[in-house]
């Protein structure tokens, strides 16, 4: 298994960003973490397979970030908007080995066994 981040990069406030987690070997939930240097790794949102529900970890992320997948590509998305300098981290994608998906599984890095790099985002 392995997931592979890229686009993330430095923008304005208000800017737009998309991430990218390529995904290989592995076709389950897929979800987005960050962390700021010195803080917890939090979860920002979630996708099922093959239905790809989508979860988000409160509903100020909802409203600016929107996660999404190709299965054709076998690729998963964070599309993030209204950015804000507390949006400033470094993103992770993150998958698990039985696949559940849920807003619960945000709350904890342990429920993921698998991690990519990283992307960093800044924000300013």
């Known amino acids: 298994v392995q997931l592979v981040e890229s686009g993330g990069g430095s923008v304005q406030a208000g800017g737009s960003i998309r991430l990218s987690c390529a995904v290989s070997?592995?076709?389950?939930?897929v979800a987005w973490f960050r962390q700021v240097q010195g803080k917890a790794r939090e979860g920002v949102a979630s996708?099922?397979?093959?239905?790809?529900?989508?979860?988000y970890r409160d509903d100020s992320l909802k409203g600016r970030f929107t996660i999404s997948r190709d299965s054709a590509k076998n690729t998963v998305y964070l599309e993030m908007n209204g950015l804000e300098p507390g949006d400033t981290a470094m993103y992770y994608c993150?998958?698990?080995?039985?696949?559940?998906?849920?807003?619960?599984?945000?709350?904890?890095?342990?429920?993921?066994?698998?991690w990519g790099q990283g992307t960093q985002v800044t924000v300013s």
């Open positions: 070997g592995y076709r389950h939930c």
């Open positions: 993150a998958g698990r080995t039985d696949g559940n998906c849920g807003v619960w599984y945000l709350t904890t890095t342990s429920a993921f066994q698998y």
């Open positions: 996708i099922s397979s093959p239905v790809g529900t989508t979860y």
